[in-house]
């Protein structure tokens, strides 16, 4: 499960960048490499991050159960 958690947080991270570089220039990174917006491998990686994004959800409540058993486990 630790791949899947590391891909999912550098898609998330790849998105991130990419929509900082269009809210600050104007510029789609994905798109400018991938052959524009509508093309099937930006549309691909573009739901991938999305996908990575509703994922990564579900790590707050690995954070949250871990941090639990730790402050069980000193009590």
């Known amino acids: 499960m630790k791949a899947l958690d590391y891909t999912a ?19 789609d990174l994905v798109a400018t490499l991938f052959g524009g917006q509508a093309s099937l491998i930006s549309r691909i990686i573009y739901a991938l991050v999305g996908l990575a994004g509703l994922y990564t959800i579900l790590l ?3 954070i949250g159960s871990n941090d639990t058993m730790i402050m069980s486990k000193q009590n």
């Open 9 to 27: 947080l550098t898609l998330v991270i790849i998105g991130a960048v990419n929509w900082g570089l269009i809210g600050f220039l104007q510029f």
């Open 60 to 62: 707050y409540g690995k």
